[in-house]
């Protein structure tokens, strides 16, 4: 087992929150370098493991929480962090990471 991991947390979303505005431009700064952080990772056998809201839908599968914001307004930013099937993908309560 590896000893080390990548942790991918809140990159799939949809960006239709009140601040979205204000994070959109380092999104989409950031996500080249995720994907080839992602890349390189996969490639070497490192584990992802991959969390993301699940928009309080506590019975959603791993595909409803993707094809959410695929659909929606930003999903170019979202197609390319989408958690392959060997990622590691524990569920996270919407609460989990508000104060």
Known sequence: MSRSAVIVIDVINTYEH????????????????LVR????ARAAGVPVISSHDNFGEWRSHHGEIVETPLAGQHGELVEPLRPDEESFWPRQ???STKG
């Open 93 to 95: 309560p919407a609460a």
């Open 37 to 40: 952080l992602l890349e390189r």
């Open 18 to 33: 009140t601040d979205a505005n204000l994070l959109l431009p380092g999104v989409r700064k950031a996500v080249p370098a």
